[in-house]
């Protein structure tokens, strides 16, 4: 109730608002986007499982609802922001606040972001765990005026902003003294937000939930959110890390050691170790790092392997074969030492190349999306590196290449290169091209939206008589 209280008048949420409903029941963030919404008066719009299938059908929808507050995780925004700065959609004119939090927010998206949409939508970066009711901190980032940078040097980070109200963060030592401003230490949260621990685990509860030194209320407490953090001199929050081996990829709260059991359970596998590494900036993926006991085994029977016990976001992007782990002088895993995986590769006889002027076409795209230097007509999009939200992006340029509409499940259904390439448009009709004004899509709600999401069900002669309907300058081809 503190939360929602402060969130309404935070944001400014009015009954005049429209709230997309973005995360599932099932996630902690979904108490973010509901009880504000409702205790302001706002409508809180459902979003749909079609809406994922690309930046150009959410955004459409967004548009057609009248979606004025978007509550999006840091990773789904990222890629909404690619798809903005290429040009292939635009941010429905009713958004006037986009929210977003679960990871570290790139500095480059954020300044893609200001380039690519309109002055006034707010932009706001949250921080917290779930253990302090979803929001601990925010930062409004639109409107920002950063400091001039000499050229070559890096963007700032992002910082993760000041406490929400009825609530308060620290930054402490070993000894849970404050520190000054710049200096790392762990960060702890208090106030109203902070729960009141583990439901059926007492250890743990002592554990992470510590008397509150700093508060006069009897019984007052601090969640030890085991983040790493420090005081910029404006009195903002900078997130620096993890103090602990526990890693966030898109959202996603994992625990490395519990994917390293499930793998040195293979009977092929001597040793293993998994890491989050981001090798490139807004690309962070699991890699698997494997000792075999005699013959390594291939990625797709590790992948296997781990998918029997865990979910699809837990197993790992990439896999490496070593002869051992890196060893520091302690006897400790040298996570530094281990080796970036090179770019995915298949022996020479293996690889086949596109087939077809469809195949070539997205092999291109797929090249581009998942930054691979080939892609051959057999190659499976997910033993690439692919995930969800790249194949978001498979989808919306498919359809700018091809003026094809890709259903997102095909990706799965499909997933290697030939297969996929079955259902796109001949050679013939591959020149088709879905001009700007559909791509974007904000809200027309014509013919031309009803057969490209209905295409699949319609008869030759339904498509026939709904293309009649059409302007000749759809660019929708029979």
Known sequence: ASYAAAAVELYGITPADRVLQFASLSFDASAEEIYPALLGGASLVLRTEE???????????????????????????????????????????????VIIGGERALPERVAAWRRSVRDGVRLVNTYGPTEATVVATLAELQGRVEAPLLAGQPLPSVPIGKPVPNGRVYVLDGDMCPLPVGARGELYVGGLGVARGYLGRPELTAEKFVPDPFSADAGARLYRTGDVARW?????????????????????????????????????????????????????????????????????????????????????????????????ASGKTD????????????????????????????AEIWAEVLRVERVGA??????????????TQVVSRVRQAFGAELPLRAVFERPT??????????????????????????????????????????????????????????????
Not at 419 to 433: F, H, K, S, V, Y
């Open 335 to 362: 996570r530094r030492a281990l080796p970036a995986p090179g770019a995915p590769t298949v022996p020479a006889e293996a690889y086949v190349a596109p087939r077809t002027e469809a195949e070539r076409r997205l």
């Open 417 to 478: 290169l030939g297969d996929l390439a079955a259902l796109l448009p001949a050679e013939g009709a591959a020149a088709a091209r879905v001009p700007d004004d559909v791509i974007v899509a904000c809200g027309d709600g014509g013919m031309e939206d009803e057969l490209l999401e209905r295409i699949d069900e319609l008869s030759d002669a339904e498509i026939e008589r709904l293309l009649a309907g059409l302007s000749p300058d759809t660019g929708i081809g029979a």
């Open 232 to 328: 910029r001199r404006t009195g903002e929050l900078e997130f620096v890390g993890r103090a602990d081996g526990q890693v966030k990829v898109r959202g996603f709260r994992i625990e490395p050691g519990e994917i390293e059991g499930v793998l040195l359970r293979h009977p092929a596998v001597r040793d293993a170790v998994v890491a989050a590494r981001e090798d490139e900036p807004g690309r962070t993926r699991l890699v698997g790092y494997v000792v075999p006991i005699e013959q390594a085994p291939s990625a797709a029977d590790l992948r296997a392997h781990l998918k029997a016990e865990l979910p699809e976001y837990m197993v790992p992007a990439a896999f490496v074969v070593l002869d051992a782990l890196p060893r520091t």
């Open 378 to 391: 057999t190659d499976d999009f997910f033993a690439l590196g692919g995930h969800s939200l790249l194949a």
């Open 51 to 97: 809406m994922l299938r690309d930046a150009v059908t959410f955004f459409r929808r967004c548009a057609e609802w009248g979606v004025t507050v978007l509550d999006l995780p840091t990773a789904y925004w990222h890629e909404l922001v690619a798809e903005l700065e290429r040009g292939a959609v635009r941010l429905p004119d009713a958004v006037r606040l």
